[in-house]
Nanobody
């Protein structure tokens, strides 16, 4: 079965860093386009980072990477701001297939 499991979220102070991980299984990882989305309370889900695009709000602070050997994708988040607080989701796409993880909470607060 296709499965995406996010981890690495938590509480961090403004200016701090977190590294989110997404472990993939049940499909040919290298054949899928991987990306990260996030959704804050009361807001629409937005694309944070794909292999070719970053949201303007995170450019220069977040970095997406992939480790094919480990079937994993990562999101390194630096210089975190309170407005980065959201549930972060891993996404995999290929043609008509679209898979999501369960999400991991990131809270940036003093």
């Amino acid at each position: 079965q296709v499965q995406l499991v996010e981890s690495g979220g938590g509480l961090v102070q403004p200016g701090g860093s977190l590294r989110l991980s997404c472990a993939a299984s049940g499909f040919t990882f290298s054949s899928y386009a991987m990306s990260w989305y996030r959704q804050a309370p009361g807001k629409e889900r937005e694309l944070v980072a794909s292999m070719s695009k970053y949201a303007d709000s995170v450019k220069g602070r977040f970095t997406i990477s992939r480790d094919t050997a480990k079937n994993s994708v990562y999101l390194q988040m630096n210089s975190l701001k309170p407005e980065d607080t959201a549930v972060y989701y891993c996404n995999a796409k290929k043609g008509g297939a679209d898979y999501w993880g369960q999400g991991t909470q990131v809270t940036v607060s003093s």
